[in-house]
């Protein structure tokens, strides 16, 4: 399957099962804009639990707080947003369709990355066990080929991002000869920096009323709460503080399903610690990061670091975990060391003192700050793409099942009985009502039993419970598991323990 027609299986699986739905669909949607249906909320808010629990709940020195969605407009001057959040636009002169010149360019480099794969691919096969990835990569002229070309081309990239240099940016566009890809042709305006953040107005009258920004990054509220939480939680530094919440980006292309969306949720922690003393924290923070992602066994292999060339004005080190998305790798969290930046502003601009009172060293110091951020659209997106599975069974039949690790699954337990009569309707649903305190739990009784079990296969639900005769007699149910479809007579105390078991928090984080 072509990686576009997995992306589409992904987007059409969302929808047909109440993952994702396109806003304001019956007005003709809006666009880059999602709801989340019944089931990819359950989805939505365990990912949100399982980051949570992990970063604020299991560290002594990390809170959780919720700032407001509206903040003072000079918070946006001081954090650099009002000057310096835009990307580089460009427009095609003949489909008026617009693009960010840099994913464009980005775009190109990653055709050549794929010809590349393309040929070791192509020689993987021919030599089979003998293949030499290292050697076949240093010696082989088409590779080496594709390699010169993109590193010239990431040099002049480079330099014109860094030098915010915009006549450089499209001379580049030109002299790769990239096309609309819509209308084909090359005939593209000048590139123009374009702010992304959305305005909105405060106050009841047209004149008085004051400008405001809906936040671009939930940052902000940790930076301007930071005293008032040292303050009453009496933390020391390190000290972290944690949010989840929405933010907004006008964003210039998005065309990406909800990885790159105009409303999201990012799930952030401010890390304050002293300065100097940054290298050791992000290189702590890269390691804690890629090990909470690793602990939800995606695939070691579908991960990597992306360390930044041009950093952000408020940034002295930087990188992404890239995740393996069904269009490539592409960034799904940022690790930043931020230095003092947004707290010395804020100082500046609100004239208030932002600083630290250290008691062991008796002296007051501006914190130095190592910020984690994740898009949780972006986790969905990753975890659901990677669960979809098209199998093919022992019997020639196929099924399509949501293989998401257990501990995300939005339904937990679907319990059915075999057949909606002699009783085992009024059985299974007593056993409903025993499980649903403890575990998200459904009764399905609607259609064969076959049927059933593939359909709570393409939710993603591990555990199918079956009532049958027998259970009527001695209390045994069946259970069986989502991956391996395989059954299990039990009772319902031992159902419950391995449910436990497989779905404890404690196992998964420690794995
Ligand atoms: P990109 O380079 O993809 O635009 P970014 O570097 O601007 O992302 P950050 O400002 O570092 O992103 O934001 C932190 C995280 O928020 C990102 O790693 C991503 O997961 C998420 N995120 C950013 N923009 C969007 C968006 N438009 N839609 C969904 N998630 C987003």
Redesign the pocket.
């Known amino acids: 399957m072509s990686r576009d027609d997995k992306f589409k299986k992904v987007i059409s699986h969302a929808k047909e099962y109440g993952f994702v739905f396109q806003s304001s669909e019956i007005y003709d949607g809006l666009s880059a804009v999602y709801d989340y249906g019944q089931n990819g909320t359950d989805l939505k808010n365990n990912i949100k639990d399982y980051w949570l629990k992990s970063m604020v709940q299991l560290n002594d020195n990390i809170v959780n707080i919720d700032s407001a969605i509206l903040m003072h407009p000079k918070i946006w001057k001081a954090s650099g947003h009002v000057d310096a959040f835009n990307d580089p636009l460009i427009d095609n002169k003949d489909s008026k369709k617009r693009y960010r010149a840099d994913v464009l360019v980005e775009e190109h480099i990653s055709k050549i990355e794929n010809k590349i794969h393309k040929e070791i691919s192509k020689a993987k096969k021919r030599f089979g066990d003998g293949f030499d990835l290292e050697q076949f990569s240093t010696t082989n002229p088409r590779v080496l080929g594709y390699t010169k070309k993109i590193k010239e081309i990431s040099k002049k990239f480079n330099e014109a991002l860094e030098k915010d240099d915009l006549k450089n940016l499209k001379k580049l566009i030109e002299e790769l000869e990239i096309a609309c890809p819509v209308s084909g042709s090359k005939n593209w305006t000048d590139v123009k920096q374009f702010n992304l953040m959305f305005g909105t107005k405060l106050g009841a009258s047209a004149d008085s009323a004051t400008d405001l920004y809906l936040r671009p ?1 939930t940052a902000q509220g940790i930076f301007v709460n930071f005293l008032n939480v040292q303050k009453t939680s009496r933390l020391k530094i390190p000290f972290g503080i944690a949010q989840i919440g929405k ?1 907004f ?1 006008n ?1 210039i292309v ?1 065309r990406q399903f ?5 409303e ?1 949720e ?1 799930m952030e922690m401010q890390y304050f610690i002293k300065p100097g003393t940054q290298q050791k924290w992000y290189s702590k923070w890269k390691e804690n990061r890629l090990a909470w992602h690793l602990s939800l066994g995606m695939g070691k292999e579908n991960y990597r670091f992306h360390d930044h060339d041009k950093l952000a004005h408020y940034a002295d080190a930087a990188c ?1 975990i890239e995740f393996n998305f069904p269009f490539g790798f ?5 690790i ?1 060391s931020r230095t003092d930046f947004d707290l010395s502003s804020h100082e500046k601009f609100s004239s208030k003192k932002l600083k630290y009172f250290d008691p062991k060293s008796n002296e007051s110091y501006t914190p130095f700050v190592l910020e984690t ?3 949780l ?2 986790m969905f997106l990753a975890v659901f793409s990677k669960a979809l599975c098209e199998e093919k069974l022992k019997d020639g039949t196929e099924r399509i099942v949501l293989k998401i690790p257990k501990i995300l699954a939005p339904k937990k337990i679907a319990v059915l009985p075999l057949l909606k009569k002699d009783s085992l309707p009024e059985l299974s649903k007593k056993i409903k009502e025993e499980f649903k305190w403890e575990f998200n739990t459904i009764y399905d009784e609607k259609d064969a039993i076959g049927r059933r079990y593939r359909r709570q296969d393409a939710l993603g639900t591990p555990y199918c419970l079956t009532v049958d005769h027998q259970s009527l007699k001695d209390g045994t149910i069946t259970i069986r598991d989502r991956d391996s479809m395989k059954q299990e007579r039990m009772k319902v105390e031992e159902i419950k323990l391995k449910i436990r078991a497989e779905l404890d928090i404690k196992s998964w984080l420690n794995s």
């Open positions: 990054e933010a980006r964003e998005a909800i990885f790159r969306m105009r999201f990012q992404d592409k960034e799904l969290e940022g930043h951020s994740i898009g659209d972006r």
